[in-house]
C-alpha cells in the first residue's frame, strides 16, 4: 500500500461543513449492523459505549434501526419505534455527547428481506416486491429460509400501518423536516 501524502493525511483531521452539521474532523463512521440490541430491540447500555468509544469520528452513523415492528429483517437488531427504543437509543446519543461526538442514526424498514419470525403475530413480510430474495435469515432457531410469501400492499398506508400509528401516537418519529431543523439547532 502506497503512503499518502503529509498534506492528504493533515487535512484527514481538518473541520469539516456537511449541511448544518460542522464535524470536526472528516472521518465518519459507517454504519455496521451489530445484532446487538436488548429484548424489544431496545439499544442496550453496551451499545452506549460502543459507540462513545468512537466518539472521535467527526460523525457516527449508527446501524440500521427500524422505523415500526414490521420493518425488522435481521436478529436483535434495534429499533426506534417505542419508547423502551427512544429511551436506549437516548442513553446511546447522550454517552456519545458526554465524548464530545456527533451522531446520526440510519433508518430502515427492510421491507422484502424479512421473515415471518420477526413479523408481529407471524405475519409475511410486508413488500411492495413479490419477488423471493435468494438468502437465508438468522432467526432464533438459526438460519432459514426467507419467506415463500408475502404481503402485498394495497395502499401505502394500509390499516395495519394505520392502526400502529394511532397506537404508537407518542413514540412516533417527527417529519424529516422537523428531524433537519432539530439537527441544526442542535448540531447533534
Given at each position: ?92 446519543t ?36 413479490a ?28 390499516p ?13 418519529l ?15
Amino acid at each position: 500500500m502506497q503512503d499518502l501524502p503529509a498534506e492528504t493525511t493533515r487535512e484527514l483531521f481538518t473541520p469539516i461543513e456537511v449541511g448544518p452539521l460542522t464535524l470536526p474532523n472528516r472521518i465518519v463512521m459507517a454504519p455496521l449492523t451489530r445484532s446487538r440490541a436488548g429484548p424489544g430491540n431496545v439499544p442496550t447500555v453496551l451499545s452506549a459505549l460502543y459507540y462513545a468509544q468512537r466518539a472521535s469520528a467527526g460523525l457516527i452513523i449508527s446501524e440500521a434501526t427500524q422505523v415500526a415492528p414490521e420493518g425488522q429483517g435481521y436478529i436483535s437488531t434495534p429499533g426506534i419505534h417505542s419508547a423502551e427504543q427512544v429511551a436506549g437509543w437516548k442513553c446511546v446519543t447522550s454517552a456519545v455527547h458526554a465524548c464530545g461526538g456527533r451522531m446520526v442514526l440510519q433508518l430502515w424498514h427492510v421491507g422484502r428481506i424479512s421473515h415471518p419470525s420477526f413479523q408481529p403475530g407471524g405475519a409475511l413480510p410486508v413488500a411492495p416486491s413479490a419477488i423471493r430474495p435468494n438468502a437465508k435469515a438468522f432467526t432464533a432457531n438459526g438460519a432459514s429460509r426467507r419467506s415463500p410469501r408475502h404481503a402485498r400492499l394495497r395502499h401505502p398506508r394500509s390499516p395495519a400501518s394505520s392502526r400502529n400509528m394511532r397506537k404508537e401516537r407518542g413514540t412516533r418519529l417527527p417529519p424529516a423536516s422537523t428531524v433537519s431543523r432539530y439537527m441544526a439547532r442542535t448540531a447533534i
